[in-house]
């Protein structure tokens, strides 16, 4: 079946099966299967619990989880809810809109002969062939997958959030302080999802038991002949102490002694280039959180700095209001209907009081602005 | 008995053993007794500590704990306060109100013929009973009543948070900071407490040995039967210092070169389930207290920018008030009782001092005005 | 020597010994010996060095440590400084008046042949007896004694501290700004100690070496038969290199072979129940501390909340005073001396101005208000 | 060729190479060819996967990572992108302006002739000679290379940055603060940098199996002469089960069998240094920024210390507008035109009027500002 | 001869050395050599690399640092910048003024029949010689110099910093603000130089294999009899693959097979001891950071609330100031030129009018006042 064919069969795959609690098997041989079964089919098929599977319920939104088990591996990262076998890849909801890319690159990559790139240029031998096993070719595409997702989201918050705090820094309004706390909380968000994905990657890099427990094929292989591990076992008659430290001394640990000792670096391999990609995702998102902090300290400091200002012009005003109150109270008093006997020699009189009243007046004017300055509260 | 008239025993159970200090045993047939012992009693019976048993004390209110023992695990979560053994679960006050619905899952699940769900449908064979040991059974329900416990009063918590935090936003006033205070002091509770329950589960999955304690059937069962552990210690007569790296090489470890090597997996598996669960409901509440966060300091710049908005209208007040108070400081010269020689050419007179006071007192606006928003302090 | 006896005794010896750099030797026989010594005589008598004498001189007020020596435990916990061996309590200061109850309670436990509680009754067979080492028995009277201190300080600061945020809240003065600083660096200091002892047990929890380096008696018993030392490296030939990971392991890890493997499962035990009982009393203290910062933002949000109505207030006011000041100019206007030809029909002029002048002057006050509130400035 | 000549043929290269997607590639004997591939020709020479090749991809500017494949190392600090295998060094983009002194640092280092320092004073014998295999000869001038680069800019900034924020503490103004907002920026940018190049070296040096990685020609020598690893394996025919631990024991520990144990050592004394070299960088820089936030705080509080002043200057000239208000009053009583009885004995009245008003006018003031600071409002 | 000798000897040493790269060589007979040779000559004769030789360039001023080399400890611990070997202490910069009582301590402890105090009393016995090996005496030389040289300058900064704050609180002014910004400056930077050293025995005490690399003596004394070496391979044929776990199972640990195995314990309680003592000036430090914080916000409030306080008069004013400026208005009113019909019955209508005017006069201010108080915004 080409390459065409299959994937219009994804799309038909992802109309045909109902949206809720819908399931597409893909396996290694390109094939993809719709399963319309309830939980308790999937638990038998896959061998998990139930407590496993409600990690995938995508009703109650568990946070990012990978998780081995015996013969499993339980993947909930973000939008993409799997069960990866060491034979197919059970997807969870695969019509739903962000699902459906990630179908089709499961159709390209699962079966084992795909060609990573540019493959039709012929300059590449055989020897570039995938040979991961099945496991983990499905588990770089749901990586893969997630990771470009995240940073794809976090390139779209970084453009619409730096416009929005220039342009909050230039006008602080309700209507851009509202836009930008909405901004905010999506970052914080984001963060919160990138940071689960990246310490779940983390979580298993740490430790090497955890990333043995998802060699799901080597578990399968060094199970089914009985006489590898029968063999191993009349070799070392007299020495069963010695199965050091814990008592997780696994299947894995023994196929290590049989050839493929360098698997777990494989998955280490694929892991920690992710686990670097996220990182950088990170980085981007914190660089972005320390501008949103450094502008909100801005904002508050030219906030606080413009309501200075404001007291300061307003001092001014309250200064001036003073000295004309006082030259209004000269001119109230003299301008009371009480007779008073300075008016004899008028033209003076007059010229006296509106002269002396304005140097007070004026007087107050100068020293209240001079022991403000001199006090360092305006003028600076 | 059936499990009607088992549920029945377990509410008259409740019912009749006196409030305090009173315990309910279950065992693995089903059948509950219901215990009113001194804690001399309780300590014998599983054989802990005094200062062990002080922990599940329901006056003293102890954190979380999960402490694996020689006999026993003692459980204290929440409200769920239990010891269990290889063959009993002791449920400390088993007639409190939320503990009620956890002794009846208990004797729903705890028998060994149980059958997970649906159970009812004919299509399960046999090889769907939970043939976990007794331990773990008892374990699952315990965590499973806290998880969901924990998850509810969280949904609940954001159901009033939210609305609580919108209308805060749109009106700022006593009554909605004070009951907005009352559910953010909630919240810090209960995030103390789901992240207490899920640092117990982190600290058990982190240490094998920690594991390994909690596996009572397995230890009971290597010691009994001394013929086992003898025979192993006759193979290696010859390599006595190989058990390496550190003293507690325990019994579980011995019997783990006997076969059942996956146990301390199983274990595993089950708390990583519900260890997921508790990180999504931790989730969930970081998610509110960030939104908690940048609602408070949303609320602290609308605030901020509220009271420059009240200055800079204050600030356009002052200024007219001494527009106008210059203007009637004119006034008031004019109006002074004392005679001066201008109000000959009367008509012409009165026309000039109010067109120039007007104007002056008009002049005095305009420049403030200009000055304040030159210097950006109103009307951007 | 009855209890009684001893217990006065103690109280003797407590009051003889002088108060600075006083010790009092207390043995599994229950009989305490005041010393009083000089440094040199203590580091010969248990075998520690000066600068580990140093950490529990109470003049330097280290903060609290559990250190493992050769042949004793240094013991700094809080008010409790004392050198355990295998063989006697060294206490210091314990004429203080906080040490006396310890004192007493090492009298009332040390004796190997201390029966838990409730004594009398006679229902407790010699099973009940506490069989563990001679040191672990001193450990845990200091560490029982220490943490009931430090909750009992909890409660204390907890009766004081809420009334006082509430009286706060309700009245801000500083006063109660005050008081509540004075109990909050109280409550800081009291995290700060609780932290420090709960760091200390988790830091012995967390290293099984150092859980070993405190089996003093086990230690001593290894030391002495050098014949069943011998005996082991005898078997052991030929595998000196068997001894893997560190060079640590120490006697604790020989004597392991030798039967008594268990035992530093029961250290571990005695640490654990002593810890979940202090991260009780850290997590009321960090309840405590939520509680200050919500009451402390609370706090700021209402003295902001009511600055920004004061303000709103005085704003209305500043409207009234323009409102008024316009009408005043007015009349300060007409009240000129300067004659003018209006006040011919005399009339009608007077109504007209006064009439128009207060409708401007009242439609000022309206355009103001209505503007202010157009811009959601004050009303809502 | 000397090494003048090298030199220039370095520039050359950097010249002749396409900006884009370009390579140098620098070996032991000082040679360096120019090359202008895909990537899959790099990922098929260095034999490393597309993800890996991704992280030193110029255009997607993930953070700094060091990762240990199986043939090589890839290294991406900062602007130095790399790939090192045990027999060349793969330099991306060699031609940017601050790549080229590290191209021409390689060509002067990688050889391994190459002679510490004062090579031509005579006085140091062929024993100084770096004989550090070729990938740490590489790693150390990348390293040195990038921490001399932090360390420059990290000087840069506290050159522009103390004078900037002391400047801000003399004069708010928003120039200044806009000012220290960029460079605020800045310092957290470049403090993640540095932090994340400091991460990278602790993760390297927190797990010995991370660093046995990096032991490129180790593990080439290992490989090719299989004889030796057969020995090994058939020494011990009889202990399969001793590799002890994880499935890591590479052929790292093997190879520590064969006489160079400390070779791990020499990695890590080599990372050691530069982590204590990053570490002051980043020490400085934690430093600038606690001066950033004590600065900040600083500010804050002269600000609101401003405000207060500002206010309470406004107090007194409120009341002093309060006073003489009300003294205006009295003037404006009795300057209606309303007649009445007082002004017969003229003279008397006015001086009374006048005097009794004055007074309490004054008295007004006296009161409030006594008041104001009797309530500690003012004054102190 | 004789120690006052000696300590002559190096104040002559310290004078004659130049300032800048000169060094004084301290062996365990108790000679000084004071040496000024270039930085080559120092590599050579402790065989450190130029990197490691950077680390305690006092120019550079890297952070603390106790670096475990080959053949040397490279110690750079604030002033103190020292290479110990197993032979001689190197110590850099000997004449400046905080390092000569290091050097004079050296002196003192270095020589192996140092006796540790009270030496002239007799009653202490030879055993009390301390023989620790060399390096452990001039590391616990240097470390007890850092702690209490640290120490005292926390004793310094609390000395002013209590009073300052205390100062500050009592009356917040710019001078006092500037100088508690200072102390809080110095206080930061006093906190990471110890957090720094404390963190640097914290990692030297978490890595076994850290320690063992200080043991400068026993690396040299099992490097030099190759013969034991040799013998302990030669027992072991046929078990080369038992060193487990990592490729460090460096000489130390062989060293510790035979005999001296608790010498690792020996260094661990010697760092310990020296952490317990840091840890408790961090403690100091740690408190008085708090109580900064604590007066900080405290001073937050208190300026808070002056405001409040002084808006709160303000207010009362600007009510005072609207009801004056009713009055006045009615009077300006009443004194317009215009004639009018009132002033028929002149006595009567001007009691009315100013009755009347002052009445509504202080309705104004008394409804003002009742609102604001009814609306909790004054008078509480």
Same mark, same amino acid.
């Given at each position: 079946m080409g390459q065409e064919g299959r994937l219009a069969d994804a799309h038909v795959a992802a109309k045909n099966v109902p949206a809720v609690r819908s399931?597409?098997?893909?396996?290694?041989?390109? $094939?993809?299967? &719709?399963?319309?079964?309830d939980k308790h089919a999937i638990m038998r098929?896959?061998?998990?619990?139930?407590?496993?599977?409600?990690?995938?319920?995508?009703?109650?939104?568990?946070?990012?989880?990978?998780?081995?088990?015996?013969?499993?591996?339980?993947? *909930?990262?973000?939008?993409?809810?799997?069960?990866?076998?060491?034979?197919?890849?059970?997807?969870?909801?695969?019509?739903?809109?962000?699902?459906?890319?990630?179908?089709?690159?499961?159709?390209?990559?699962l079966p084992a002969t795909y060609q990573p790139e540019g493959k039709g240029t012929g300059q590449h031998d055989a020897a570039e062939v995938d040979v991961?096993?099945?496991?983990?070719?499905?588990?770089?595409v749901a990586l893969e997958a997630i990771c470009s997702s995240l940073d794809t989201q976090t390139i779209e918050l970084e453009n619409s959030a730096y416009p929005a705090l220039d342009e909050l820094t230039a006008k602080i309004s309700s209507r851009n302080l509202d836009r930008v706390r909405k901004l905010k909380s999506a970052m914080t968000r984001l963060i919160a999802r990138v940071q689960k994905v990246r310490d779940e990657l983390e979580r298993l890099?740490?430790?090497?038991?955890?990333?043995a427990?998802?060699?799901?094929?080597?578990?399968?292989?060094?199970?089914?002949?009985?006489?590898?591990?029968?063999?191993?076992?009349?070799?070392?008659? $007299?020495?069963?102490?010695?199965?050091?430290?814990? &008592?997780?001394?696994?299947?894995?640990s023994v196929a290590t002694l049989h050839g493929n000792e360098y698997d777990v670096e494989e998955l280490e391999m694929l892991l920690e280039a992710y686990f670097v990609q996220l990182d950088g995702t990170l980085n981007k998102l914190n660089t972005l959180r320390e501008y949103v902090d450094d502008t909100e300290d801005y904002i508050n400091f030219q906030l606080d700095n413009h309501r200075n200002q404001?007291?300061?012009?307003?001092?001014?005003?309250?200064?001036?209001?003073? &000295?004309?109150?006082?030259?209004?109270?000269?001119?109230?008093?003299?301008?009371?209907?009480?007779?008073?006997?300075? *008016?004899? *020699?008028?033209e003076q009189?007059?010229?006296?009081?509106?002269?002396?009243?304005g140097m007070i007046s004026g007087l107050i004017l100068i020293i209240v602005l001079f022991y403000a300055r001199y006090r360092g509260l305006i003028g600076t």
């Open positions: 399931w597409v098997s893909l396996d290694s041989t390109g $094939n993809g299967t &719709s399963l319309d079964v098929r896959v061998q998990i619990h139930a407590r496993d599977l409600r990690i995938i319920d995508p009703l109650l939104s568990y946070p990012s989880a990978i998780l081995g088990r015996e013969k499993a591996i339980v993947l *909930n990262l973000e939008h993409i809810k799997a069960i990866i076998t060491a034979e197919e890849v059970l997807l969870r909801d695969p019509s739903r809109e962000n699902v459906i890319p990630v179908v089709e690159e499961f159709f390209r990559r991961s096993p099945f496991e983990f070719r499905a588990l770089e890099l740490d430790d090497d038991n955890n990333m427990d998802l060699y799901l094929s080597r578990k399968m292989g060094t199970e089914s002949p009985h006489m590898a591990g029968s063999a191993v076992s009349s070799v070392t008659p $007299n020495s069963p102490f010695l199965v050091s430290k814990a &008592s997780r001394v696994s299947r894995a404001l007291i300061q012009l307003e001092l001014f005003l309250s200064t001036c209001t003073v &000295s004309f109150t006082f030259y209004s109270l000269v001119g109230a008093i003299f301008g009371m209907n009480i007779p008073y006997s300075w *008016n004899e *020699n008028h009189v007059f010229k006296w009081v509106v002269g002396i009243g």
